[in-house]
């Protein structure tokens, strides 16, 4: 059965940092593209970060480039997401996503705010 287990959010100051994991079972990252997305009150779920697993690369939206990073350990079967210089803006509920199997995790909750 695929789950996805996001942790990492919390209450954090403009300007600060956080990192969000995403622990994957029932499949391996390794063979799979995997999405951030996000969801602020009152708005549409948005994408934020896609990383592929053919290439060692991955995009942004253009709201988060520069500021956040994608990473994978596939050894931990886990995605990370590297959150610097967090605006009030990007207060949100914060979800990993498989596209393949269009499973999402239950979210984890990002605040910026001073």
């Known amino acids: 059965q695929v789950q996805l287990v996001e942790s990492g959010g919390g209450l954090v100051q403009p300007g600060g940092s956080l990192r969000l994991s995403c622990a994957a079972f029932?499949?391996?990252?390794?063979?799979?593209?995997m999405n951030w997305y996000r969801q602020a009150p009152g708005k549409e779920r948005e994408l934020v970060a896609v990383t592929s697993n053919i290439k060692n690369i991955a995009t942004y939206a253009d709201s988060v480039q520069g500021r956040f990073t994608l990473s994978r350990d596939n050894t931990k079967n886990t995605v990370y997401l590297q959150m610097n210089s967090l605006k009030p803006e990007d207060t949100a509920v914060y979800y990993c996503?498989?596209?393949?199997?269009?499973?999402w995790g239950q979210g984890t909750l990002v605040t910026v705010s001073s």
């Open positions: 996503h498989v596209p393949s199997f269009n499973s």
């Open positions: 029932g499949f391996k990252i390794s063979d799979y593209h």
